[in-house]
């Protein structure tokens, strides 16, 4: 074993450091991964459109303590990541003017910080070699490039979770090494606790903690915690977060609280909210798909990870991932997503590991770990170019020529990476892995999700009553058809989850100006409150399509009434 991949043990390794046009080269990796699609696809969760609403209400209300969506309270994260989507939109014209794409802007940002800071964390960690290799896995992988085009909280709170365990592996080596810690890497460590604290509470505090415990029980030592200086970073982190949760209590009377922790954090715990559950290894099973094309990387640095465990930069990093992940498996609510604050630690284990040649010592794990990693690889690659190829020949029955296009570098970039797989040092690879995965990548998001009207029920149908709606200030009201992104692109009081009936007697309430979607499966109780009201409705147009978020397939038609 070389040792390459480990660059940091000794003091030398704390004077390593990347060169500031290094990170404005990550910067742009990330503005090129990020950036396709960004502007244009629509908002594609429906926790977007509740985030993105909720920020427009704010400026819409004046209110900045008080989370809503529409005239129900949503009490389920803090407000850290609103005031941001809040700040965007009020910077892009206002919550008229502001285009769904302006309220990712804080995602971008958090999803970029997070890259840097995986590198800036990882050059004390492992060298800085394997932390701007660690830091291209981040800006590559499929979950964070997800994350990035999303209006929530996710990439931003990454972003905190990156910086305060950053300072934490500084702390945690500065007491391996004897050396004592500047009061302001503490300052740092406890100011990120609390701004993730203001975006989506104890998460980041959780990672952390996690942390400095295992820490602590490997070194049988209390020192890693007494490094935090809890006396005074404790009431720091409380300084950044109480003001509001002082605000939101007298606000609410404690209602946020009740839903946010007894709601919303137990809930997910004990049972799988909205469907969302899933026994434990899930994650271990999607991550192959998650942290993809890296992945591969992750599996083949496994024997190299047992066999240096016990050096203080592998053990710190082991003790970043593994009891987090334990925690997010046991849980019974599962997304995607939980598992994400791990990945920082893992591209930095899997560049370190690659550096140093994946390790020959333990010669059966290692063939083991790459036949997994490898057969893992090429079928999430295969399952990937048939998704993205058969996706829009099964939506809208046409085959899409760029989706073809685009599995050619996804099958070169696979077959290349096999190819070379034994003989090409870890550099070469990542360079295959990440032109490879750019090339795919990049066409779909721009492209081939654009190009799937059937998903896209909220904004044709916004874009039907814009083009026929009798009044300026018409008030669409839905039945059977209530998606938080139709609120969103049409405005605030927009009327949604009300029914066939509720549509029939909100267009009853408004003859002139009154507008009514109604799907199919509402389409008779809508016209039976009409009949008995002695009106009936003219149809303005109809759209077809697939509400992705229930699996429903749509028809939905749009209404005025008669004269």
């Not at 090129?32 to 244009?40: E, S």
């Not at 408004?510 to 409705?537: H, I, M, T, Y």
């Amino acid at each position: 074993m070389t040792g390459r991949g480990v660059e940091a043990i000794g003091a030398a390794g704390a004077a390593r450091r990347l060169d500031g046009w290094m990170y404005l080269a990550l910067a742009l990796v990330c503005l090129a991964f990020f950036l396709p699609g960004f502007f244009d696809l629509p908002p594609i969760d429906r926790d977007e459109a509740r985030f993105a609403q909720a920020s427009k209400q704010m400026l819409e209300s004046g209110d900045f303590v008080d989370i809503r969506f529409q005239d129900e309270g949503r009490h389920k994260k803090p407000v850290g990541i609103y005031w941001m989507q809040a700040a965007a939109a009020s910077l892009a014209g206002g919550p008229e003017a502001a285009e769904i794409w302006v309220y990712r802007i804080p995602s971008l940002l958090g999803a970029t910080l997070a890259v840097l800071l995986t590198a800036w964390a990882g050059v004390r960690l492992v060298g800085p070699q394997a932390a701007l290799l660690a830091a291209l896995m981040m800006a590559g992988c499929v979950l964070l490039s997800v994350e990035a085009r999303m209006a929530k909280t996710d990439a931003m709170l990454l972003a905190t979770i990156v910086l305060a365990q950053g300072a934490l592996a500084r702390l945690y080596l500065d007491w391996k090494q004897g050396v004592r810690s500047s009061a302001w890497l503490v300052a740092l460590f406890w100011l990120a606790i609390g701004l993730g604290g203001l975006v989506k509470g104890p998460i980041n505090l959780m990672v952390s903690a996690l942390s400095v415990a295992a820490l602590c029980g490997l070194e049988r030592s209390f020192g890693p915690l007494a490094r935090l200086r809890l006396h005074w970073g404790l009431p720091l982190a409380l300084l950044v977060v109480m003001p509001w949760l002082i605000a939101i209590w007298v606000a609410t009377d404690g209602a946020f609280f009740r839903e946010a922790v007894g709601g919303d954090l137990l809930g997910k715990v004990a049972t799988g909210q909205e469907s969302h559950g899933a026994p434990p290894g899930y994650y271990l099973l999607t991550f192959w798909v998650t942290f993809w094309p890296y992945s591969l990387l992750a599996g083949l640095a496994v024997p190299w990870v047992w066999v240096n465990r016990r050096k203080a930069e592998v053990r710190f990093l082991l003790a970043w991932i593994v009891p987090t992940w334990i925690v997010f498996e046991l849980v019974a609510t599962k997304l995607l997503h939980y598992t994400m604050p791990t990945f920082p630690a893992i591209a930095l284990l899997a560049a370190a590991a690659g550096l140093d040649g994946w390790d020959v010592a333990r010669p059966k794990l290692r063939r083991w770990s790459r036949r997994i990693a490898i057969g893992l690889f090429v079928a999430v690659s295969a399952v990937l170019g048939m998704a993205v190829m058969g996706g829009p020949i099964h939506l809208t029955g046409r085959v899409d020529l760029v989706a073809v296009a685009v599995a050619l570098p996804l099958t070169a970039m696979t077959v290349w990476v096999l190819r070379n797989l034994d003989t090409a040092p870890l550099r070469k690879l990542m360079a295959g892995l990440v032109v490879g995965s750019f090339l795919f990548m990049a066409p779909v998001w721009e492209f081939v999700l654009d190009g799937l009207d059937p998903l896209r029920l909220s904004p044709r149908l916004a874009e039907m009553v814009a083009a026929v709606k009798p009044c300026p200030d018409t008030v669409l009201a839905s039945g059977g058809y209530g998606e938080p992104s139709l609120v969103f692109l049409l405005g605030t009081e927009t009327k949604v989850g009300i029914g066939g009936d509720g549509a029939a007697e909100a267009l009853l309430a408004d003859p002139a100006c009154g507008l009514a979607a109604v799907s199919q499966k509402e389409e008779a109780e809508f016209r039976a409150v009409l009949a008995a009201a002695g009106r009936d409705a003219r149809a303005l147009g109809s759209l077809e399509g697939l509400n992705y978020s229930r699996g429903d397939e749509l028809t939905i038609t749009l209404y005025t009434l008669q004269p």
